[in-house]
């Protein structure tokens, strides 16, 4: 473990100090993702696992890796190199396909179902679709457009749930509030599944390689039943500055965010006026399924105070 830590420091280093942290989710973000899926799973898979993080830290929140079954892919093989030498380090067993392969054009677990899905796919990953058809049941709910693979990775993701699965998304914040038609399409289709369980929008700062301001969706597996409520957090307030250009999510500002999906999750209808609110599929519909937390989430009145 102390060599796996010492190998997570040297990743760290190098994707904030190099620019390239494409392949590496910092990891305050990928604690947050791993919070919102709930019970220990007993199978995870990560479609773009760059340097495998995210199986490190849901196997370090479960306590151990016994009767886990882990898959995943990588596209780039030296990233997927550095994952199976991460997974090494900790004695970690990873199925992550016989080699690199772009997922959404080359799926390498096609029959995979999992209790558990962490993701931190490329932002907006334009000219996606290569070998992809129509006709492939992923896109059961539409055919995203080659200029973005937003709705793909979505699609992708929730066909690799169990009914009773949950998956954590980060996406780019364009993904709540395209009106593309192919992707408001794919977006309400989703919705009238009760597909997404979650929206959390993220403070600026978190990621190493982009600007580009992201969210995290929480998505259902296809058996959760009827419930098209959809839980909205608006997170941008959350975090603290560990360098001028650098912020971490807090352990007091994951846990937040936990408590109210958590209390959602049992029945309840939390409401923070700044931080979060529960919305109806009618609800949606009616602001043309835009799921912009700040769209819907009553304003903190000066007594309140703002989020965070």
Known sequence: ?????????????????????EFYTPPSVVRLLVALLGDAPKSIYD???GSGGMFVEALRHRGSADAVWICGQESNPETRAIARMNLALRGIVADLGPSAA????????????V??????????????????????PRWARGFAPDSNANYAWLQHIVAHLLPSGTGAVVLANGALTTRRAEEAQIRARMLDDGLVEAVVTLPDLLFYATPIPAC??????????????????????????????????????????????RAFRGGGAPVEPGFCTVVSRAQLAAR??????????????????PAG
């Not at 772009?102 to 179902?113: E, F, I, V, W, Y």
């Open 47 to 49: 479609p773009c696992c």
């Open 1 to 21: 473990d102390v060599l796996g830590r010492a190998y997570e420091y040297l990743l760290e280093r190098f994707a904030g100090g190099s620019g390239r942290g």
């Open 288 to 305: 043309d399924d835009l799921l912009t937390p700040g769209l819907h989430i009553p304003i903190a009145t000066p007594s309140q105070g």
């Open 102 to 113: 772009d997922t959404l054009a080359h799926d390498q677990h096609p029959d995979a179902r």
């Open 216 to 261: 995290v969706w929480v998505l259902r597996g296809p058996g959760h039943g009827t419930d098209q409520r959809v839980l909205l957090v608006d997170g941008r307030a959350l975090g603290a500055l560990k360098t001028r250009s650098q912020r971490v999510l807090q352990p007091d500002d994951i846990r937040r965010v936990h408590d109210v999906l």
């Open 115 to 136: 209790d558990a899905v962490l993701a931190n796919p490329p932002f907006n990953l334009g000219s996606w679709r290569g070998e992809a058809t129509r006709e492939d």
